[in-house]
Every structure is written in structure tokens, then in C-alpha cells.
DNA sequence: TATCACACAGAAATCGCTTTCTATTTTAGC
DNA sequence: GCTAAAATAGAAAGCGATTTCTGTGTGATA
């Protein structure tokens, strides 16, 4: 491929017929220039299509505005929504972003971060289902080099920005409303390794053990598994036990879950919310798509990422690490009525 | 924030009592040194947790393991699931991506491609929706400077890869499919401003003139909007429109219009596919994750992603430009039946 | 023992930019 | 009209790496 090279600053400098310096000072603007010289050598900015070197011009200046985004992967729409929030964002701020999906895998997590660190990022947001399996040291270390903010998820690493819900309350809220229904068979469906899923149950055990009695056999695990395959797996398992355990409400650790319940519940002939009542959590877009509208707690992703975002470069700019809870509201739709 | 700053090749070559050159070779592996050298630098650099400035490398090698990736936003899963394949592909060569979300909007379209040439980025991946908006002067200027994949649309520029389905055969072949099931009375929904919806709209008309009658009432323009909005627009459209016009099957530009359709169907009471027929496009996962699961066209947007990646690091690495078009195939599920 | 090749390591140039430090003009003030 | 202070522009250093060019020490060969 015949790549025309790219103009450099000497080229302009030469064609305009003044120095480097003068053409630095007329694109950075940050230094008085006589008019018509800066005409000319905007001139020959324009007529050779130059456009700086950002490389050049960041390794001189030590500043980077490219920062790094660490998800596990796109297929769940709530991923998607939190980046277009980031995207937002860091945009508003003339920053760029580097995406990379780590498959929820912790081995490609740490070899993404540390790509980005070498691409000298000047800071990272990361979305890690599962910080368990990362040892604290290694993000202890990290931070000490790159701020860094976490979306979600179980960190108390100190010194750290921080960006999520509390889940447990959102949690509680959710069970709260459903017992409001009159709904005491409440099932619990989780999916396998994700913070996010162990704190939701603990505040279904609590609020179980609190409010009704706590049946081991109501807490069903589908396992691992991301986007469709998690509604499978959810309506498999759920058409298997809804039959047999008889709850009269489902209460779903995300809304692709809640799906899968749904599903479960058209094939099994049972008419939701009339027959049973169905609960999701996120409010990805999927959720108001489907018929009925699926009533879900609210994460706002979007609020997550953009938070996220602005969170980040407040800290590349000197800020004070911070930890920001944003609130869960409950979003009443057409899957949960009063149980019968 | 105390950010600590990062160790250079220089403190390394200090630590180690050896120059930078030896440093750099070590790093690179590139040049003979001896056993022992070696090991006192690896040990300064493990020491100071050295990573090389991957900036002043690219900069002083003329090279960038970085692309650009422009899309219109991630609100429509098409996109995340053709980036979710751009992102397999890019890392398996050990490049990175820069992501820029345009809007719909050339004028943030052609800011976002100028901020990647300017961070260097050695090729570029654009999913443009509506080509028309831009000027071919633009896109050939920026061809000459550097590898560039079009994913989708109207592109005739020489010299530009380019990755795309034929969809105006995947029109036919859906047209085809619904005609050989007895359906005569065919509604075609677009939005607004989108290349790919005018070839389908082209390939409806053309179908519909040789083989029935075309109606022009039977075209419906949604107009512009992106995710939940298409689907709520396509619905609130529909409704008023197929008890008037008594169409026996719809065809959709997307899923997510299909989506809408179904919706629309199911609050007048029409039953799907019994009643009436609906066609999606693209395959998306939504497609089957509504009840009933959509039949679609697949435009296998992973495959989409990935070829176009391998084939900008092709043509970064001095390959051919070149032409691939994907093969459409039709997803027979559900909303698609016999005609009455 | 003299010679040559090779393994190894350092000095220095370079990548494209920003930014001091200096050297000129202008302009202003009296 | 003369001096002080801006305004304007160039030269050169430096950002953190790679790589060419050069110069050693060492072993093999004759």
C-alpha cells in the first residue's frame, strides 16, 4: 500500500519559512505570533494536510490523554451501555479511550492492563465481575503508577476511585416491593463467580431469613456464561423447577436472566404477572423490548460509565481518589402483580 | 494523586552500570548480550518496574501497533457485536484500538477519523451508516496516508478495503422466501439516512415490480433513531398502519424494527406468525430472545468485525486492498409462516 | 605469534514535537 | 528622538526510546 508520509512540523517550518518553533506556537496558540506569519504558516498547515504528531507531542510534555477501559466483554448489553457512557464522557474532555475485553478471564485482565499501562495511558477504568481472582498486590502496585477506577464490584483496595451501586440495597428494594405484592415463594437466580451476584445473595438470604423463611432449593446457580447464552441457561434450568418449587415470584440477578425466566414461564403456559411475577436488575434496553416489559431495578450504565469517566481524568488531574454510589431505582413495568 | 513516575531505559542502563543501547537490546531481544549483562539489566528492570514508553518507541520506529475504530455508537447491538470481532482480531496480532462513537453525525465522524490520524494510528476501520454525507474528497485524501477497511455501505473509493454483505441479495433472498410461502401482501419498514436501508429499499422495489404489485403505501420511512427508539417507533407506526393496509407479512431493514413490529402485532392481537409474518435482518442477539424468535437474515456481525481487522493489519503490513463481501443466510425461526 | 572474524557494548543520531533561552524588532513613554 | 518594555521569532535542549556506527576484547585459524 502506497502510504503517503505523513507531514511533519519541519516540513511546515520549511514551507512556511520560518522556524519549528513558530509552527508549534501558531497550533498551540499559546504564544504571541504577527498576524500575517500565522496566516502563512496556516497556510502551509493547511495546503500539506498536517496534522501534529499526538505521540511526539505527549512524549515531550510527559501528558497523555488516551485512557484505557478494561471490560469483560460486549455481548452483554450492560457492558455496551457503560462504554457508551465512558465514550461520552471522555470525549467532552479531548481524551481518547483504548478498549479491551478481557473475557472474564483474570490472566487477559492483567495482561490488558499492563499493555495499557506500556501504551502510557494516564488512567484506567476497569469493570471486573470478579475481583477475587486478582491479587490485591497487583492492583496495589498499579495504582501507585496510574489512577485508576473501578465500576462495580467488590474493592476496598485503598486509595482507589470507585464507581458503583449498592447493590445490596438495590437488592432489598427489589424483595422489599415483591413481599409488598403479597409474593412469600420468592426464587433467586444467580449466575456462577461475579461480585455483583454474591452480594445480591446475601441480601436475598438476609432479607429471607428476615421476612420468611429461607429455602436452600429457591436459590438456583446457572452457572457461568455471557448474553444469550445466560437466558438459555436461565429459562433451561427455570422450566425444569418452576413447576416443582412453585414460587409465585422469580427474583433475577440481571435482566437477561429475568428473560430466560420469562421464557421459561410462556412455555410453561404461565401468564405473567396474572400467574407468577418476574424481577430483573440492570435495565439494559433488553428489558423493555420484550413482551411483557420486564419491571427491573435501574443501574443507569450510562450514569456508571460517564461518572466513571469524569471520575478518572478529576484524578489524572490531581483529584482525590473518590468512591461514588449512585442509587437503584426500582422500574415498575408489566412482569410482577400482586400474588394470588 | 501521588502518582509515582514511571522508571526510564535510563535509570535501568544506570541501575545496571550499562548504557541504554544495551538496555533497549535486552528489552528487545534483538542484538547478542552477553549472559551475564543480561541478567543484571533484567534485574534493574524488574526491580523498578521498567516498562518500555511504548509513545517514544513508535515514535522513533515510524511504527504504531494502534488502529482506529469509528462507529455510530454502541446504543444498537450490531455495532458491539461487530466490535466485539474487531477486538478478537486486533489482539491476536498484538495491536490495540482506539474506539470513537460518531453519532450518525459526519461532522463528529470526520473529527473523530482526524484524531486518530493524529495519534497516529496505523489504519483506521469506519462503519459509516450513511456515506453520502461525506465527501469522497475527504476519504481519498485520508486513503493516501493511511490503510483504511469500510465496513457496510455505498463505498466505491479505489484503493479502500472494504467488508460488507450484499444485501441487496440477502433482500432478495428474504423477498423470496416470503413470496414462496404464499405471502403477497409484503410491507417494507426503513429508517431514515442509512446507505444499507436504501439498497433494501432498491432490492424491495425491484422484487415487488417483477413479482407482484408494488404499493407505495406499503413503504414505511420510521425515520431516524437509534436502539429502543427504533423499535417503539417501528411499533407506535405499525399499529396504526397494518389494520388499514392488511399486510400478510412485514419486512424489516433491521431486528430491531422487526422487534417493533412484533410488538405492534401483539397489542392488535394478531397472533405471529398465524396471522401475519415478520422478517428481521442482521441477526442480532435480540433476534432470539423475543417470543416468538425472529426470523432474520444473519449478517454474522462478529465475522463482520474480525475480517475487517485482519484485513487493515493486511494492508498495514503492505497488503492489497481488497473487496470481501459475506455471504447473507437466512435464520428460519419463528415469526415466519404460510400465508392465509 | 600474527591475523581475522565475531561477539559484545558504548556513543551519538534520530523520531516529531514543546519550551526554554536568546536575540531581534516594535512600540510605548517621556 | 532616546531608552525601556513588549512583541516576535529563532536556536537548541530534551522527552524516551531505537539503531547505526564504532570500538573493544576474545577465540579460532594459519
Known amino acids: 500500500m502506497d502510504v503517503k508520509k505523513q507531514a511533519t512540523i519541519v516540513d511546515v517550518a520549511k514551507k512556511a519559512g520560518v522556524s519549528v518553533a513558530t509552527v508549534s506556537r501558531v497550533v498551540n496558540g499559546n504564544y504571541p505570533v504577527k ?67 478481557a473475557k ?14 506500556a501504551r502510557n495511558v494516564s488512567g484506567i477504568i476497569v469493570i471486573s465481575p470478579n475481583t477475587k481472582n486478582i491479587s490485591e498486590r497487583f492492583y496495589e502496585e498499579l495504582v501507585a503508577r496510574v489512577p485508576l477506577v473501578f465500576i ?8 482507589v476511585s470507585y464507581v458503583g ?6 437488592s432489598q428494594i427489589a424483595l422489599e416491593y415483591l413481599f409488598g405484592l403479597g409474593h412469600k415463594d420468592i426464587m433467586f437466580v444467580r449466575g456462577a463467580n461475579s461480585d455483583s451476584y454474591d452480594i445480591k445473595e446475601e441480601a436475598y438470604r438476609q432479607f429471607m431469613e428476615e421476612n420468611g423463611t429461607l429455602r436452600e432449593d429457591y436459590i438456583l446457580n446457572i452457572g457461568e456464561g455471557n448474553g444469550v447464552e445466560t437466558v438459555d441457561s436461565a429459562m433451561e434450568a427455570l422450566q425444569g423447577l418452576i413447576p416443582r418449587l412453585k414460587p409465585t415470584a422469580i427474583c433475577c440477578c440481571n435482566d437477561l436472566m429475568a428473560v430466560g425466566a420469562l421464557n421459561a414461564c410462556k412455555r410453561l403456559g404461565l401468564s405473567v404477572p ?22 427491573t431495578m435501574d443501574q443507569n450504565m450510562f450514569q456508571l460509565g460517564s461518572n466513571a469517566a469524569k471520575l478518572l481524568i478529576e484524578n489524572i488531574h490531581g483529584g482525590q481518589s473518590k ?3 449512585l442509587d437503584n431505582v426500582l422500574i415498575e413495568r408489566e412482569t410482577t402483580g400482586i400474588s394470588m
Chains 1, 2 share one sequence.
Open 35 to 101: 498576524q500575517d506569519t500565522k496566516e502563512r504558516v496556516k497556510e502551509a498547515i493547511s495546503s500539506l494536510n498536517y496534522v501534529p504528531n499526538v505521540q511526539a507531542r505527549e512524549l515531550n510534555t510527559r501528558k497523555s490523554s488516551t485512557i484505557g477501559v478494561v471490560v469483560p466483554g460486549l455481548h452483554n448489553m450492560f457492558f455496551a451501555e457503560v462504554i457508551d457512557g465512558i465514550e461520552d464522557a471522555v470525549r467532552q474532555d479531548g481524551f481518547s479511550f483504548l478498549l479491551n475485553c
Open 104 to 117: 472474564n478471564d483474570p490472566v487477559q485482565e492483567m495482561n490488558a492492563i499492563n499493555a495499557l499501562v
Open 152 to 159: 462495580n464490584g467488590y474493592h476496598r483496595i485503598k486509595g
Open 165 to 170: 451501586n449498592d447493590e445490596k440495597l438495590g
Open 274 to 295: 396474572k400467574d407468577i411475577s418476574i424481577m430483573g436488575y440492570d435495565n439494559i434496553s433488553l428489558s423493555r423490548l420484550v413482551e411483557p416489559k420486564i419491571t
Open 323 to 325: 468512591r461514588i454510589m
